[in-house]
């Protein structure tokens, strides 16, 4: 059975939610988000998986099993299969728990031989197909880190970022598609959390020190001594 039918098929999760914690983090192009896992993963010792970053990685991997299906849906500007993203990321989060390093970072051991661990699921899901199936197969999300930024200032930010980042979606026409995108793929993701008092909104209009500050106490409401 191939991976994808594999994950299809399956409807128990690999992962104990008791073991293995997961956030997904979420918001419009520009909110900050890269910068703020950034911080997460330094004072905390998450694993920071971006969906995008293991599907560009997975293309450009020699025999990969998926390498000439993402480069067929990228080039015809088609979403990757969702049973594709959810096979990289939980590959990805595999690899973190068995690690034998990680007992000291993101991954501990418990007396009964489980393996634990904490993970930052930066950009995913993107819509609420992915979410559903990848609760259902992998692990349960803990809750949705949503950074909730006006357009405007995404906008900004990203106009900014793109006098010298050389990335072609940095223009205005392609920020306002984008964001037009997450609004109507992603934030149904958000709501569909939101109505299980599963997302924690963090206002990521002022400068990043605040904007940590912000997030580093609503995480410490929610997951207390798992933080350490």
Do not use: W
């Not at 690899?95 to 995913?124: C, H, M, N, R």
């Amino acid at each position: 059975m191939s991976t994808i039918d594999n994950l299809k098929d399956r409807t128990t999760p690999v992962f104990s939610k008791d073991d293995v914690t997961v956030i997904f983090v979420l918001g419009g192009p520009g909110a900050g988000k890269g910068t703020q896992c950034e911080r997460l993963v330094a004072r905390y010792g998450f694993s920071h998986l971006s969906a995008g970053d293991l599907l560009r990685a997975e293309q450009a991997r020699p025999d990969s099993e998926f390498g000439d299906l993402i480069r067929d849906h990228i080039r015809n500007g088609l979403i990757v299969p969702m049973e594709v993203t959810i096979a990289l990321l939980e590959a990805a989060m595999r690899q973190v728990l068995d690690e034998p390093t990680a007992v000291t970072s993101t991954s501990t051991q418990t007396k009964s031989g489980a393996k634990k661990g904490k993970f930052l699921i930066d950009g995913f899901p993107r819509k609420l197909d992915q979410a559903l199936k990848f609760e259902e197969a992998v692990v349960p999300a803990r809750f949705v880190l949503f950074y909730d930024c006006p357009e405007d200032e995404m906008e900004r930010r990203l106009l900014e970022r793109g006098k010298t980042s050389g990335r072609e979606d940095d223009n205005a026409d392609s920020i306002r598609k984008r964001f037009r995108t997450f609004i109507e793929t992603s934030m149904p993701v958000v709501d569909y959390f939101e109505a299980q008092d599963r997302v924690v909104k963090i206002d990521a209009r002022p400068e990043p020190d605040k904007v940590f500050e912000a997030t580093q106490a609503e995480l410490t409401k929610r997951l207390g001594d798992q933080l350490s």
